[in-house]
Every structure is written in C-alpha cells, then in structure tokens.
C-alpha cells in the first residue's frame, strides 16, 4: 500500500529503493477487482475504524488489521483506494484513511466524503514557493523492522559441501585463545580452494560462523541444510600465499602461508576453526505479507537462536520449505497446532484417536533459501512448536 502526504507549499519525494519493489500480478488483479467493486462488509474488521490518521511506528500489516479481518489480504486494503494509493508498498505519517460504506460494499478514501465537492473557493492570491522534504527515512515498513534485520545479517544455511570447504581460522597472534573486534587472525582455504585477495573482486568481507547444525525435515528426517551460528565478520588483508624455503637438511621446501584477516565486528568471541563465508550481497526484498499461489505443506523444523522446542510471537523459526518449492519473501502461512494423540476411553476397544489440527496462528517468510526458509511468527494464540504444520492462511 502507498501513498504520498500532501502539504501545501511542500514538495515530497519518495525513496528509489522502495518505488522499485515488485507487485505481483495476483496482487495486482485483486487490487484492480477491489477498486471496481469494494470489499464485502463482512470482510471488514469488527471494530474497523471510521477513519485513521496514520502515525510514525505505524506498519502495514498493523494497518491492514485495522481496517480487515485478515492483515495478510493488503491487496484488498490497496485497491481500496486504488487511484490514489499508485505504489503498495510506500506508506507514510500524516496521511488520513476514511472508510465509506455503501450498499453493502466498502472503500477506502484519503479525503473525507465532505470534502469531495468542495464549495467553489474564494480567490486568493499565492506567491510561488517550494520546499523540499525526503521521505526516504519516513516509509513505513511492512512489519516492525527491528524484528526482522537482525536476521538478515546472521543466520545462514548452507550445503555440507559448501560447509565443508569454507576457509577456517588456523592461527591466532601470541597464541591467543579468543578473538574480538580489532583482533587480528589467519585463515586457509580448503584443499585446492586458497583463500587469495582477488583484485576483480570488490567486497573481501566475510562472516565468521560456527557449530553449523543440521536442520532435518520433521517427516522425512532428511538433512535440509546446515544453519551456521553468526559469531563475527572479518575483512581479508593478504590472501593465502606460498613461498620457498629450506628444510634443515637444505633441501628445498615451499611454505605455505595463511590469509591474515581483521575481525571487525563480533556477536561472540572468535577462535581457532571457525569458518568464513563470504558477506552476500544487499538485497532489496518486499516484504509485503501475501498468501502463496498454490497449495503449501510444510512443517516447522526448529526455533532460530534458541535451545528449546517452542517459539513464542516476534520469534524467528525455520520451515522446510524453500524457492523449490515456490516459497518467497512475504508469503502468509497458517500455523496449526498438532491435534494431540490419546485413548477413546470411552470404546471398550480403546481405540487410539488423533485429535484435528487447530489453527493457532500466522507467520511470515521472510528469508528464503532452496530447501528451507526463515519466518517470522507473527500472530499466536498458544505456543508454536519444531513440527507444528503450516499450511495456506485461508
């Protein structure tokens, strides 16, 4: 959902970045439909409010709720108001929202109804002046952001080959045992697979990980991928070399010597056998919340960051689903909470019975890898767990 806030006297312009973000074309078929016919009243929120101002700390998904029943259907919420609102994804402080109800149908309005025949004005007489404001910093995101961006930068999943060849820490100055911000180490590459200082290639930061866990689909048991722990990042200074040297029985040798990197930032101390991978590029990812195209089965496969089995609302949690499967960034999922296994105590033959699955929830994607994703549990009724089942929200 966009919009522009307009003042008098000031021109506002609007992030690149942001105008870029896609709009699929489901989403753009519904906000088209929307704009031709409104919502069906019984689709409204039940205390959906008669107009909104939209304040700084707003979200989309928080405002979507305000005005419908599910958050995650914000086409319907931008098609509202189609004509006005050009760019989904660009929302900002001071813009108000009228709801207007007629004939059983909804819409959504940036003026008041009063106001849409305004009576002819008096002449006035105006100098001409502009002043100019970004908005670049005033965009409201999709959910809250501080709940997501840590994320971004940390976790990774990766192959056991990829894993396995990564470069590690093998020494450390003075003997050092633990490595922090400022510290200076070396690395080497795996077997045939030399760390060297590239001069084509531009970005020498890496991340440094460790204690990488397999992540195993809750059905199957298959290993899906390996979720590295974030501890740092380090910048490469001189790439791995070899220089000749002389046993002490003068017979000539070849030294092999280290990559030395800088530990320039550090979540936890660092040591000997840590590995690096290299820091991915930025990304420009929507993360406006929407339902998948086809039928999704997944299940949870662990909690991110944490020892124990249950995640609790704002918590980041793995799914084994991922691209190959058609998952993105912003895809909706419904959790269900799986239906308990007991005895019929009532049936002389005590028949063992399996409880229905109940819906206890919602969560976002909002990292995607191959054969799994990251999500945000967004709303929850009771506790989510490592193979509660995730299906389409509707």
């Known amino acids: 959902m966009a919009a522009v806030v307009a003042?008098?006297?000031?021109?506002?312009?609007?992030?690149?970045?942001?105008?870029?973000?896609?709009?699929?074309?489901?989403?753009?078929?519904?906000?088209?439909?929307?704009?031709?016919?409104?919502?069906?009243?019984?689709?409204?929120?039940?205390?959906?409010?008669?107009?909104?101002?939209?304040?700084?700390?707003?979200?989309?998904?928080?405002?979507?709720?305000?005005?419908?029943?599910?958050?995650?259907?914000?086409?319907?919420?931008?098609?509202?108001?189609?004509?006005?609102?050009?760019?989904p994804h660009l929302i900002y402080p001071g813009q108000k929202l009228y709801l207007v109800k007629k004939n059983g149908r909804a819409s959504l309005l940036t003026q008041s109804p009063s106001l849409?025949?305004?009576?002819?004005?008096d002449t006035v007489r105006w100098s001409p002046r502009t002043r100019s404001?970004?908005?670049?910093?005033?965009?409201?995101?999709?959910?809250?952001?501080?709940?997501?961006?840590?994320?971004?930068?940390?976790?990774?999943?990766?192959?056991?080959?990829?894993?396995?060849?990564?470069?590690?820490?093998?020494?450390?100055?003075?003997?050092?045992?633990?490595?922090?911000?400022?510290?200076?180490?070396y690395a080497r590459g795996a077997e045939g697979a030399a760390l060297i200082d590239d001069p084509k290639q531009k970005q020498k930061a890496y991340r440094v990980f460790r204690n990488a866990a397999p992540l195993k689909d809750p059905t199957t048991g298959a290993v899906l991928g390996y979720e590295a722990q974030y501890v740092g990042k380090a910048l490469l200074v001189?790439?791995?070399?070899?220089?000749?040297?002389?046993?002490?029985?003068?017979?000539?040798?070849?030294?092999?010597?280290?990559?030395?990197?800088?530990?320039?930032?550090?979540?936890?101390?660092?040591?000997v056998g840590d590995r690096l991978l290299p820091e991915p590029p930025q990304r420009l990812l929507s993360y406006v919340p929407h339902p998948p195209n086809g039928k999704v089965d997944?299940?949870?496969?662990?909690?991110?960051?944490?020892?124990?089995?249950?995640?609790?609302?704002?918590?980041?949690?793995?799914?084994?689903?991922?691209?190959r499967d058609g998952i993105e960034s912003g895809h909706v999922l419904a959790i269900l909470k799986d239906g308990e296994r007991l005895i019929d105590k009532t049936d002389v033959a005590q028949t063992a019975l399996k409880l229905p699955d109940e819906r206890n929830g919602l969560l976002m994607v909002f990292l995607p890898f191959e054969k799994l994703s990251y999500a945000l549990v967004l709303d929850i009724t009771d506790g989510v767990k490592v193979g509660d089942h995730l299906v389409n929200p509707r």
């Open 116 to 121: 849409a025949e305004p009576a002819a004005p």
């Open 133 to 185: 404001q970004s908005l670049a910093s005033s965009a409201l995101p999709t959910l809250k952001s501080h709940l997501i961006e840590p994320f971004l930068a940390e976790p990774v999943i990766v192959d056991e080959n990829a894993l396995n060849s990564a470069p590690r820490i093998v020494a450390t100055q003075e003997g050092r045992v633990l490595l922090s911000r400022g510290d200076r180490a």
């Open 298 to 323: 997944a299940r949870i496969v662990s909690v991110y960051g944490s020892a124990v089995v249950n995640a609790a609302q704002n918590q980041v949690v793995a799914i084994n689903r991922g691209t």
């Open 7 to 87: 003042l008098t006297g000031t021109l506002l312009s609007a992030p690149l970045g942001a105008q870029q973000l896609p709009v699929t074309a489901q989403q753009q078929a519904s906000a088209n439909q929307v704009a031709q016919t409104g919502v069906a009243l019984n689709e409204l929120a039940a205390n959906a409010p008669g107009d909104y101002s939209v304040k700084e700390g707003d979200t989309l998904w928080a405002i979507s709720a305000l005005f419908l029943k599910s958050a995650w259907r914000w086409p319907e919420l931008w098609g509202m108001n189609l004509q006005d609102i050009k760019n």
């Open 238 to 271: 001189r790439g791995e070399s070899s220089q000749p040297s002389g046993d002490k029985a003068g017979q000539p040798t070849i030294d092999r010597v280290p990559a030395t990197i800088d530990i320039v930032a550090a979540k936890e101390e660092m040591r």
